[in-house]
C-alpha cells in the first residue's frame, strides 16, 4: 500500500500558496546549505536516487507531515548516512568521529561543476517495448512493490488498477521498485500513460481532461 | 549493503534472494518473503537515526555538516559551489532561451519536438535532474501542467531549484484532481475549449513546457521575448507575458 508521500488526489490541503511576486531561491540559509549537504553526501555514492527517495518515504507519516521540505532531506540523509555504514549512531549522537576510509570519494570544491553537469541518466539497455503507442493498458492493482513487501513504487495511488492508453515510449530505465532496495537495476521499458481525469476522480473538472503518469512495464497489462 | 548473505529473522536461515529489507535498515530487518514478521515500518520507529540530532532544523544541517567534515568527507568549498550554482548559475533563465528560440527557430523546434534532450544540450543545459528531457507544446486546444506528487521532480538544468509552491503538499495533492482550481489561484483562467493535461513526472523523465507564444509579439528578438517567458509558465501554472 501507499505511504504518506503518496498524496496525489488527496482532499484539505488548502491554497497552494504561490507568490505572484517570487520567493526566493532558498527561503533559509540553512536550505541551501541542506541541499548542497545532499548532493554532497550523495557523491560519495553508497546510495543512489531510488534509494534516497525511499528514506524520505520511510519518515513516519507524523514526521512526514510536520517537517518542512528540507527537514525531510535531512532526516533522510541522517538515516542514509547511518544505514550505510558512513557514519555511525554513535557518532551521530556525538561522540569523537572516527577518520573514514571513503575520504577519495569526497566532492572537492573543483569537481562540483563537472559532477551536476555530468547528471546521473537512469536510462539502459534492455528489452523492446511489449507496449505500442496508442495501446490501452490497465495498471496494477494495488500501488505496491511486488518485490520487496512494503517497499518502494512509482506508481501513484490513485492510478492504480486504472485503463489508460500509452502515449509515450521513453526505452528502457532503473527499475525504481529494485534499484531503492539494491536489487539492481533490472532496467524495463518505460511509458507515459495518459489517464481520462473522469476514470481517476469519479468526474473531471472538464470532460476530456487528463492526468499522465510515467510507469515501467512490468505495473502494466494488456487492458480487456 | 546486502554483499553478505542476510539472516532472515524469521527463520534464522540465509535469506532467499528476494528479501524484504525494508526502510533501508541494517540487515537485522531481513525476512524471507511470506514470513509473518512485524510490518516494515513498525520494526524501527522509535530509533531513526534523525532523531540523534539537535531537532532545530539549521542545528541539525550545522550538526550533519560538521560531522561529515570531521571524517574527511566533506569539503566546505564544495558547498559553496553548489550554493553558488544554483542561487545564481542554473535556473528559470535557461529555460527562457529556449523557449524563446522555439518560438524563432523552426528547425530547433523540431529538434527540441523529436529529442529534447539533445537540443537543450546543445545550448549548454544538461545535467543532474535534467538527463532524460521532454518538451511538451501548449496549444490552444491543450494547456498542460507538470507535477511530482510522489516527490518533487523538476528539470534543474533548465528551471533550477524548484519553488516552495510546487513541493507543497497543496500543489502535489490538488493538482492533479482539480488543475483549473489550482490554476486559478495562480491567476489563470483557461476556455472551457481548452483541454487540461496534467503531466505526473513519476519517474526520471522531465518535462519542459512551451506555453504558447503571446500575440502581439512579431518582430521581437529572441532576447525581448526571453524576458516574456516566466517560470510558471515553463511548468504550465502560467501564461507567457503579453509585452506591455
Redesign the interface.
Known amino acids: 500500500m501507499s505511504r504518506v508521500h503518496d498524496m496525489g488526489g488527496r482532499f484539505g490541503d488548502g491554497a497552494v500558496g504561490f507568490e505572484p511576486d517570487g520567493e526566493a531561491i532558498f527561503v533559509e540559509n540553512w536550505h541551501a546549505r541542506a541541499l548542497a549537504l545532499t548532493l554532497a553526501a550523495g557523491g560519495l555514492g553508497k546510495w543512489n536516487i531510488d534509494i534516497s527517495r525511499h528514506a524520505r518515504e520511510c519518515l513516519s507519516p507524523k514526521d512526514y507531515a510536520r517537517f518542512t521540505y528540507y527537514e525531510k532531506w535531512m532526516a533522510a540523509l541522517a538515516v542514509l548516512l547511518v544505514d550505510s555504514g558512513v557514519v555511525t549512531k554513535a557518532e551521530m549522537a556525538g561522540a569523537e568521529p572516527s577518520p573514514s576510509d571513503l575520504t577519495d570519494k569526497t566532492l572537492r570544491a573543483d569537481k562540483v561543476a563537472a559532477v551536476l553537469a555530468s547528471g546521473g541518466p537512469s536510462a539502459r539497455d534492455g528489452a523492446a517495448p511489449a507496449f505500442n503507442i496508442g495501446d490501452r493498458v490497465r495498471t496494477r492493482h494495488v500501488a505496491r512493490n511486488v518485490l520487496v513487501s512494503g517497499g518502494h513504487t512509482r506508481l501513484p495511488g490513485y492510478a492504480a488498477g486504472m485503463k489508460g492508453e500509452v502515449i509515450l515510449s521513453h526505452g528502457c530505465h532503473v527499475l525504481p521498485d529494485a534499484s531503492a532496495h539494491r536489487l539492481g537495476d533490472r532496467p524495463e521499458p518505460l511509458y507515459t500513460i495518459a489517464f481520462d481525469a473522469a476514470d481517476l476522480w469519479g468526474e473531471a473538472e472538464r470532460v476530456g481532461d487528463e492526468v499522465t503518469c510515467d510507469l515501467w512495464e512490468s505495473y502494466l497489462e494488456p487492458a480487456p | 549493503?546486502?554483499s553478505v548473505s542476510p539472516v532472515c529473522r524469521g527463520c534464522s536461515r540465509a535469506a532467499q534472494a528476494?528479501?524484504?529489507?525494508?526502510?533501508?535498515?541494517?540487515l537485522d530487518a531481513v525476512q524471507c518473503?511470506g514470513h509473518d514478521l512485524p510490518?516494515?515500518?513498525d520494526i524501527h520507529?522509535d530509533d531513526?537515526?534523525?532523531s540523534?540530532?539537535p531537532p532545530d532544523?539549521?542545528l541539525?544541517?550545522?550538526a550533519?555538516?560538521t560531522?561529515?567534515e570531521?571524517?574527511?568527507?566533506?569539503?566546505p568549498?564544495?558547498?559553496?559551489?553548489?550554493?553558488e550554482?544554483?542561487?545564481h548559475k542554473?535556473?528559470p533563465q535557461n529555460g527562457a532561451q529556449v523557449v524563446a528560440r522555439v518560438w524563432t527557430d523552426a528547425n530547433f523546434r523540431t529538434l527540441l519536438m523529436n529529442d529534447a534532450t539533445e537540443a537543450v544540450s546543445q545550448m549548454g543545459f544538461?545535467?543532474?535532474?535534467?538527463?532524460?528531457m521532454?518538451a511538451i507544446a501548449n496549444t490552444p486546444e491543450v494547456h498542460n501542467v507538470v507535477?511530482c506528487?510522489?516527490?518533487?521532480c523538476y528539470p534543474w538544468p533548465l528551471l533550477?531549484?524548484p519553488?516552495?509552491?510546487y513541493?507543497?503538499?497543496?500543489?502535489?495533492?490538488?493538482?492533479?484532481?482539480?488543475?483549473?482550481?489550482?490554476l486559478a489561484?495562480?491567476?489563470v483562467i483557461l476556455p472551457?475549449t481548452q483541454?487540461?493535461?496534467?503531466?505526473?513526472?513519476?519517474?526520471?523523465?522531465r518535462y519542459l513546457i512551451i506555453p504558447q507564444r503571446p500575440a502581439g509579439t512579431d518582430g521581437m528578438s529572441q532576447a525581448q521575448l526571453t524576458q516574456l517567458v516566466t517560470r510558471?509558465s515553463m511548468i504550465g501554472?502560467g501564461l507567457a507575458q503579453v509585452p506591455q
Do not use: N
Not at chain 2, 528476494?18 to 541494517?26: I, S
Open positions: 549493503m546486502l528476494e528479501v524484504a529489507r525494508v526502510c533501508a535498515k541494517p518473503f510490518m516494515p515500518h520507529d531513526h537515526a534523525h540523534l540530532l532544523p539549521a541539525r544541517v550545522k550533519l555538516e560531522l561529515l570531521r571524517k574527511g568527507l566533506l569539503d568549498a564544495a558547498l559553496d559551489e553548489i550554493i550554482t544554483y542561487a542554473v535556473g544538461y545535467g543532474r535532474q535534467g538527463e532524460h521532454v507535477v506528487t510522489l516527490c518533487s533550477g531549484i519553488p516552495g509552491w513541493k507543497s503538499d497543496a500543489y502535489r495533492a490538488r493538482v492533479v484532481r482539480e488543475p483549473r482550481k489550482v489561484e495562480f491567476g472551457e483541454k487540461i493535461r496534467v503531466w505526473d513526472s513519476t519517474a526520471e523523465v510558471e501554472t
